[in-house]
C-alpha cells in the first residue's frame, strides 16, 4: 500500500517512482462482486477493505495495514488472507 501523499505530491529535485513500483489493478466485475458477498456476510465491512481483501485473496497475498481490526473481521470471508500491522 502507498500513501496517496507519495503519489501525487511534487518536490523540487525529487523523484517520485511510486507508482512504477506498483501494479494497479482494474475493479473488475467478478472481484467487485466477491466484495460485495463480503460486505453481505461480514457485519460492519466497508467497500475499500472488501475490495482490498478480495484482491488479495485472489492472488493468496498478504495485507498490510495499519488498520488491522477490520481487515481481521473480513478473514471470515477471506481465510486464505493473512493481515499484518504495519
Do not use: C, H, W
Request: avoid cysteine.
Amino acid at each position: 500500500m502507498i500513501n496517496f501523499d507519495n503519489v501525487t505530491k511534487v518536490y523540487p529535485n525529487q523523484n517520485r517512482p511510486a507508482l512504477e513500483s506498483v501494479d494497479i489493478e482494474p475493479l473488475t466485475e467478478a472481484l467487485a462482486k466477491r466484495a460485495g458477498e463480503a460486505i453481505a456476510a461480514v457485519s460492519g465491512a466497508t467497500l475499500i477493505d472488501a475490495v482490498v481483501m478480495a484482491s488479495a485473496a485472489s492472488r493468496g497475498d498478504i495485507v498490510y495495514s495499519s488498520d488491522v481490526e477490520d481487515l481481521e473481521r473480513l478473514r471470515k470471508y477471506f481465510p486464505g488472507v493473512r493481515v499484518l500491522r504495519t
